[in-house]
């Protein structure tokens, strides 16, 4: 729904201001002379005034409530995607799309969450963003009466989650962008660099990320290639975790879009490289956290896709419920420089496998 922030108190203060300007130049008989040219003047400021403020009355304004599941490197290169891409398309469309009072952080909490949820509804925002699946979900239900536009942001099977009734024909007031990955193509990487890898490790949050983890399943059946899994819903359960995929000497780790192993990513990349164990991942930033490789989305440009969405819908009329979910696969490959020569991979052989290969070391957060 449009929101209009009318700005009268500008107006009435500048149409003051030309009436004060007014009286002191007809009363002060010693400029005679000049009283025309300083009354016109006035008058053309405060022609200049109530245009300004006309202008910004009639200015649309669009309150966009962002949720962010948890603070990781991943979510956080979303979020300032989302809020650049907005103001970019907020400059070209000539509307103000204001989420900096409606951007919050749920901390992985779902109480926080459903609270963020409340008060987003209780605000009337004019859409929410729910970057993650479970971020997504709660927003979801939190809208079902009210209809408030949702369009979610790295979420890796919406279909499954039970967000949307299809990715081309979503069907209510969800819809959003998808960062599902090829697990087949990740695998293959696996098995380039070694083609003798006879275990593999999985590494997941067994709540987010069930559909990847079987393709991956599937893959290693078709193989013939072991497998082990290890779960954790917190970092201290995701640590032990590693250090029993360590202790089962697997050869290569897998962990798909997952937000829980990418928070802890920074305490446990040096367990896998100091055993010579090379970490395979579904994003660039876990390979800037630690792990060994990275493929799938870059999530600057999934941000910006989702903002892009966004605008559609609010300045252009775009009905969610038709609105196909975008699901994009980049193939580029990031591989962590200081992790290969650990693990003693040359990382040369992925160039004929991807679109792209890009090359980090370990930090935080991207540039």
């Known amino acids: ?33 000049n009283s025309t040219n300083t009354t016109e003047s006035s008058a053309a400021a405060a022609d200049t005034a109530k245009d300004t403020a006309q202008n910004t009355a009639d200015k649309t304004v669009y309150k966009v409530g962002i949720v962010q599941y948890v603070d990781d490197a991943s979510l956080n290169q979303i979020e ?57 979900m709660i927003m979801q239900n939190a809208t079902e009466d009210n209809q408030i536009p949702v369009v979610f942001s790295a979420v890796s099977d919406p279909v499954g989650a039970g967000l949307v009734a299809s990715a081309d024909a979503p069907g209510a007031n969800i819809t959003g962008t998808s960062d599902a990955i090829d697990v087949a193509q990740i695998m293959d990487f696996i098995l380039a660099a070694d083609p003798d890898a006879a275990k593999i490790g999985f590494l997941y949050d067994k709540d987010s990320s069930t559909s990847a983890i079987q393709a991956a399943k599937d893959y290693c059946d078709e193989h013939g290639i072991s497998y082990v899994e290890k779960t954790g819903t917190t970092t201290g359960e995701i640590q032990a975790a590693a250090d029993s995929l360590v202790a089962e000497k697997v050869d290569a780790i897998f962990t798909p ?63 969610p419920a038709t609105t196909p979910v975008e699901t994009l696969d980049s193939g580029i490959v990031t591989v962590n420089t200081e992790i290969a020569e650990k693990v003693g991979i040359d990382y040369s052989i992925f160039k004929d496998m991807c679109s792209e290969l890009i090359e980090t070391v370990t930090a935080e957060e991207f540039n």
């Open 80 to 136: 300032k995607a989302i809020e650049a891409e907005l103001d970019a398309k907020g400059a070209e469309l000539g509307v103000t799309f204001d989420y900096a009072d409606y951007t919050y952080n749920g901390q992985a909490d779902s109480s926080t969450l459903n609270q963020i949820a409340t008060d987003l509804v209780a605000e009337k925002v004019d859409v929410i963003i729910p970057i993650a699946t479970p971020a997504a």
């Open 257 to 319: 879009q997952d937000n829980t192993v990418m928070t802890a990513e920074l305490a446990i990349f040096e367990k896998f490289a100091d055993a010579g164990i090379p970490h395979y991942t579904s994003a660039d930033s876990f390979a800037l956290n630690g792990a060994f490789l990275g493929y799938g989305v870059n999530y600057e440009t999934l941000g910006t896709k989702t903002a892009d969405m966004v605008a559609d819908i609010l300045a252009n009329g775009a009905d």
């Open 1 to 33: 729904m449009m929101k209009r922030k009318m700005m009268a108190a500008v107006l009435t203060m500048a149409m003051a201001a030309a009436m004060i300007g007014g009286c002191g130049n007809s009363t002060d008989t010693s400029n005679a002379g």
